[in-house]
């Protein structure tokens, strides 16, 4: 069964810094795998996601991610944090379950700016 | 185009009470899903549906049921509510694909004393 965890609970940056949000995977064949933001009281939406066409994805907002199959990992980065990224993030798996995609998320990343 | 909306909002519920949640969409999605979130826990999924008619359970589908009578539709029903239902539900839809990105609705905030 496919798996994600992300590692750090709670993040904190001091705005203008990198963002390094980190995930690592377990899947027994080569994964999809994404990364979602949910801000205050608002639903998740997609930030990025990869589908296998290149190792290196950029999403929006300046964030992109590398899949680094070596490690089994897929860490978010930004160069320069910016005040309105605070927020919650989420990586997850895509799964088949009885013909559906199944989404396995981690526990999330807790994401605050420091100005 | 509204993408996926879910009523209502917030609601407070006592022990027992019966409740349902409503989502709809109006991309034409076939897949439609349940999620509940609860702190530190990420997303967990309650139900989903391949399509007008058809329900699934997910990972953690006990107290709940649900319906797909149209196709932009996807109810969660709570039929005796207990304090561990107490969450955020999000509603997603997808188009079929592993690949596909699953759409989120603002979620509904239920609170059961």
């Known amino acids: 069964a496919q798996s994600v965890t992300q590692l750090g609970s709670h993040v904190s940056v001091s705005e203008g810094a990198l963002v390094l949000l980190r995930c690592n995977y377990s899947s027994s064949v080569p994964p999809y795998l994404f990364w979602y933001v949910q801000y205050p009281n608002q639903g998740l939406q997609l930030l990025l996601k990869?589908?296998?066409?290149?190792?290196l994805v950029k999403g929006i907002n300046g964030f992109e991610a590398e899949f680094k199959k070596s490690e089994t990992s897929f860490h978010l980065t930004k160069p320069s944090a910016h005040m309105s990224d605070a927020a919650e993030y989420f990586c997850?798996?895509?799964?088949?379950?009885?013909?559906?995609?199944?989404?396995?998320f981690g526990q999330g990343t807790r994401l605050t700016i420091n100005p | 185009n509204a993408g996926v909306t879910q009523t209502p909002k917030f609601r407070v519920l006592k022990t027992g009470q019966s409740m349902t949640l409503l989502c709809a969409q109006d991309?034409?999605?076939?897949?439609m899903y349940w999620y509940r979130q609860d702190p530190g826990m990420g997303l967990r999924l309650i139900h989903y549906?391949?399509?007008?008619?058809?329900?699934a359970k997910g990972e953690v589908p006990d107290g709940y049921n649900v319906s797909r009578l149209k196709k932009q539709n996807f109810l969660l029903g709570l039929e005796s509510a207990a304090p561990s239902q107490t969450s955020v539900y999000f509603c997603?839809?997808?188009?079929?694909?592993?690949?596909?990105?699953?759409?989120f609705g603002p979620g509904t905030r239920l609170l059961v004393l």
């Open positions: 997850a798996v895509s799964d088949r379950i009885q013909g559906a995609q199944k989404l396995v």
């Open positions: 997603a839809s997808t188009l079929d694909g592993i690949q596909e990105t699953q759409y």
């Open positions: 990869y589908t296998s066409a290149a190792t």
């Open positions: 549906s391949v399509g007008e008619g058809t329900t």
């Open positions: 991309m034409n999605h076939e897949y």
